[in-house]
């Protein structure tokens, strides 16, 4: 055994007192295995990685268990020999590369620290070797691209540097702590092969820790599942894909297969609750959408889908009236509407409703649930006193949130999935025809983001919404969109109803987003690989287009 | 490279122009005063000669705008006009000898920069040091023991240190004087023992600021996810400080140290009162007290500028430790 | 030469530290076996142990010194056994103040009690004996504050011990015109704290309602309002205030408005500079949250914004400056005072009793209590700001969300 996790238990301290992380997990690598650690935010996978390594961050303590690497007590391990370990023996790779690089130094410089300070390579040797890695992992002009500072290297390529840098000692083990979490799917897809070639090609054992089934199943050899720092289920890859025994983890694998029946085609001829025509658009002098046009009918969803940068929130922008654009209208059930929304009526406003990607910051933290909800009614219906608390409890009702319970909290007395239904409430209480959901889902868990979908589905199908569903997560378009449209640069790239959009033959750019996409299943990455080639993934393959 | 060069010619014509702006605000404050303010300054018992001799010295019977620029252009070309104190002595004494303004303030400000220098002198190490220690050692007794001292510090009025210190170090256990009465010819250690209280008592105000601050800008800094990274790779607690903070926190501390060089100068002001330090603090004071408007204005200008000065250093310094900057993409 | 030879014995201590802390960490070692408090230790941490034992050794013996038979020597420590006596007091009574809060009142306060550390409840404290007092001055002060007492002879000595020039009757002594030092004192809470008060609260809603206009309407408003903004605070805030007093001076002849009001309107307007980048930057920081979007395209007002919405998340950190600027305010009041151009007499304020009286301070060598008077006025400035600060340093370390 490489490691081995006897019993551990860890607090973390807040307000002067200290509650439990992680609940007595036991843990065993053997040497050049993946070991997948998946959970939801605040199971504490990173803490239990960080652990792994005899590290705890600032406000977090062992209180009870045993850490053990290669026979060595790293609990009670001397500082010097557990800095002996650390970057020669062990390794880690965190979330945020662009944070993670000192700004102050070369990449190449970074690179080297530690076979020179651990006394394994010389400097010349290790730069060398070094070089050797980014060309492994696929980085471009290898020779040269460590020779420059960290914010000089786009993220995808700092990431495989990382793991370069994480490679230089070959370690015996690294810790993924989320890799590719900040990054877009055709970036991560990358760096995921990157990662898994030289992993496999050194016989490096590694803990990969992210919330993502579909990446894990890709990654792991075995896989371990927590929640709230209790280990639900251990087994091997395949097995927990296939047959996982816990309730909790067939709920998870579960959320993929939400999708919604396919809706008659809409009838020729019929007025778009909004259509955007020819919208160009521009922050200062740098332009940002062009030409872009596309039609919501009554009661659908139309996914707005592309990476960041692509415009999908400006669109919104454009439509809210925010940023009124430079050329093109914007007309709503027929009727232009004024560009600029200090100009439009009541009544227009009331129709455009928004729902909010941050739960956090789309609610002021210091009004009430109950008043939160009411301003919308009192503001555009005139109602008041018990007619308006009536109208409040109805619309409490219908977001399955009991007015009893919840009328006089405030928003940081609620989870996450509570405080986004909340927002969902405060757009219905305007009565709207159509709502912008932006990125409502991509803030939250797998399960609490499912729920909020099935709420939004059962509202469109009540009151006959039409949404725009603005996402970058193919799995959410696939369970609520009746229509898509794909964004890249500002531009439409293409559009059409669901269906066609999921079948072939798709434009160039649809298609690599579409298979960039991780699937549950764990020989995706492999036939993807074998299918496209290594050079037809990725940023390689956008700049091809 | 170019970048950056922009960028600082940028920030320095900024510093002109808002120097330029302040002489303004300066000129216009002063011009504020009611009616013919020659004898309202002057007050009753003036001698028609001297109001007329001020009146003449200021130029008013000519219109605003004029007198601007003449004693701005005065103000570039050193001569920053007579003090009326000295008008005033002349007139009635008949006048002997020419004492202009810039004859009282230059001596002044010589010895206030000395003043300054020493202080800074013993600060800036102190300070850097303390507050580098306090964020490695942070929430031990020694951070807050740091921490209660140097709020106390800085919430003490200057004039509360100074007699501290006066009584600790001066009265009950005579080692250093209490009067800095400096004058020409005296040699540095003499000039320096007699420098040395008002010295320690900015010392004690601005260390604190300073040290605050450090603590502030390293313990920021050691949260960061590099740092984490280098501890991470195995790196000795000495490499992670000197070789992945230090080259980050080098911008702060400068901003720091720069800030509070220019606390000094409106600290002078009250520790040079109470030492009876020849300064340039202390000629403001007395000229504020009997309305000798020439040395005022003067002596604003040069506290304004010292202060802009300063502030700009400081930009112009962080700009050039910025490795974002430094090396654009 | 004295000033040569102490240099050399701190020198000499300190080097005496710097073998002992070696020692300390060497023998430590020895004993405990290697125990990981003692192996993983840093010297610099060594060092700082025995640099902290040798201070409170020193504190103990001076202490003892100040309790000396020998007039020379008690004389000579006599500060610092106040000091060391007023520091413990001063704990204790937080001690027992908190121990109070934590007892009595409602859920919310025993709450906010129970996490709350010793400075601050020492800053609450002082804060509210202080406020006692400048509410109750004319009460609780034995004589006036202008009042020239009859028959009763000028700069009598603190103490109340005839043999060195005081008098029972007046236990801080008279000043210069003979008049009774301690009522002064005290009418010195109302008149120095009240009159920062009123300026603090002034700047603040000067620089606080043009922050959050411009934070909220932006535009030429915003640029406007930030350029001179930054002008006004290229001028060193005490020499402006100097300057302006200059020219305050003559229109207070002129006009006939006591100088003190010209005083309160020019620290406010120069402070309200530093309050307006607060505010402003504070609610720029909320104006980009979601909520204010949903309130916009919601059609809602200016005053909705500004009232309903950004106000309520923004007195936490308002408030914290507040305790800021009032302290800033309170010391530069205090400081222009002891100029001699700030407030005037003849009110009672600390920074000119302090100048007044500074003389006093030469006697300490032989009659310590005679000189306590102008360190008593500047300790109650101090005292108060560092109360606030305390305070304020709470607030702040507890609203950031710093789990240390």
Known sequence: MLVTIRDLWLEGRSDETWNPIINGVDLDLKKGEVLGLIGESGAGKSTLGLAAMGYCRDGVRISKGSVSFDGIDLL???????????????????????????????????????????????????????????????????????????????????????TAMAMSCRPDLIIFDEPTTALDVTTQIEVLAAIREIVEEYNTAAIYITHDLAVVAQMADRIKVLLKGDEVETADTRTMLSAPTQEYTKSLWAVRSFERPLKAPVVAGAVPVVAVKGVDAAYGKVPVLHDVSFDIHEGRTVAVVGESGSGK??????????????????????????????????????????????????????????????????????????????????LMEQIELPAADYYNRLPSELSGGQKQRIGIARALAAEPKFIICDEVTSALDQLVAEGILRLLARLQDELSLSYMFITHDLATVRAIADEVVVMKDGRVVEQGPKHDMFTPPHHAYTDLLLSSVPEMDPDWLTNLLADRGVDNIGDAAVDKM | MDNVLSIILQRLALGLLTLLIVSVVIF?????????????????????????????????????????????????????????????????????????????????????LFLAGVTAMIAVPIAVTLGVL?????????????????????????????????????????????????????????????????????????????????????????ASPYIEMARLKGMSPMRVIVKHALPNALAPIINVIALNLAYLVTGVVVVEVVFVYPGIGQLFVDSVKIRDIPVVQACCLIFAAAYILLNLTADVLSILSNPRLRHPK | MIFESFIGNLATLL?????????????????????????????????????????LIWLVWGFM?????DPMIANKFFFLGIAIQGFIGFAIAAWLFRLLGRAVGTAGSKKLFRSMPLTASFGILVIIIYIFLAVFAGAIAPYGQEEIL?????????????????????????????????????????NTVGIAFVTTVLAFLLGGTFGFLAATLGGWLDQVLSRAVDVLMAIPSLIFALLLMTIASVWSATLGIPLTIFMIVIIAVIDSTRVYRLARAVGQNIVVMDYIEAAKLRG????????????????APLLAEFGLRFCFVFLTIASLSFLGVGIQPPLADWGTMVRDLAGFINYAGFAPTASITPLLAAGAIALLTVAVNFVVDWMLHKSSGLKE
Request: aromatic share 8%; glycine share 10%; charged share 15%.
């Open chain 1, 313 to 394: 929130s400006t669109t919104a922008r454009c439509i809210t009236g925010l940023l009124p654009p430079k050329a093109g209208e914007i007309s709503f059930g027929g009727e232009v509407m004024p560009a600029d929304y200090r100009k439009r009526t009541k009544d227009q406003l009331r129709q455009v409703q928004m729902i909010y990607q941050m739960a956090d910051t789309a609610l002021n933290p210091r009004v009430t649930v109950g008043n939160i909800i009411s301003r919308p009614v009192q503001f555009y219906s005139g109602l008041t006193g018990g007619a308006l608390r009536k109208r409040v409890d109805e």
């Open chain 3, 15 to 55: 080097i005496g530290i710097a073998v002992l802390g070696y020692v300390f960490r060497a023998v430590g070692q020895r004993v405990t076996q290697n125990a990981p408090f003692f192996r993983d230790m840093p010297y610099g941490v060594a060092f700082g142990y025995v640099l902290g034992l040798v201070i």
């Open chain 1, 76 to 162: 009670t391990a001397s500082a010097a020999v557990k800095r002996g370990l650390l970057g020669k023996r062990i390794a880690y790779v965190a979330q945020s590369a662009a944070a993670s690089f000192n700004p102050a130094h070369k990449i190449i410089e970074q690179h080297i620290e530690a076979p020179t300070q651990h006394g394994i390579m010389s400097r010349a040797d290790s730069e060398q070797d070094g070089m050797a890695l980014y060309q492994k992992l696929r980085l471009p002009d290898p020779d040269n691209i460590g020779f420059r500072y960290p914010h000089q290297v786009s993220g995808g390529q700092l990431q495989r540097a990382m």
């Open chain 3, 300 to 315: 809602e007002g200016l005053g909705y914004l500004m009232f309903r919405e950004i106000l309520p998340n923004a007195t």
């Open chain 2, 28 to 112: 216009t404050a002063v011009n504020l005063l009611p009616g013919d303010f020659a004898e309202s300054i002057l007050g009753q018992g003036a001698t028609p000669e001297a109001v007329k001799s001020i009146r003449e010295d200021l130029g008013l019977d000519q219109g605003p705008v004029t007198r601007y620029l003449s004693w701005l252009s005065g103000m570039l070309t050193g001569d920053l006009g007579t003090s009326f104190a000295q008008l005033m002595f002349q007139t009635n004494m008949g006048g002997a000898g020419d004492v202009t303004v810039v004859d009282q303030i230059a001596p002044r400000l010589s010895n206030t």
């Open chain 3, 150 to 190: 009859q028959g009763v002879a000028a700069n009598i000595a603190a103490g109340g011990d005839p043999a060195l020039g005081g008098h029972p009757d007046f236990p801080l002594g008279t000043d210069q015109i003979g008049r009774d030092i301690m009522s002064r004192l005290i009418y010195g809470a109302q």
């Open chain 2, 134 to 222: 306090a964020a490695l050692y942070r929430n031990t007794v020694f951070d807050r023991a740091a921490n209660v001292m140097t709020l106390s510090s800085i919430s003490s009025p200057e004039f509360f240190m100074a007699y501290i210190l006066i009584l600790v170090l001066a009265v009950l256990n005579p080692i250093l004087p209490s009067l800095s009465n400096i004058y020409d010819g005296m040699s540095f250690s003499e000039r320096l023992e007699k420098t040395l209280l008002p010295a320690l008592t900015l010392t004690l105000v601005v260390t604190a600021h300073m040290m605050r601050m450090t603590r502030a800008a390293i313990i920021n800094l050691l």
């Open chain 3, 65 to 69: 010194q100040s309790r000396s038979e």
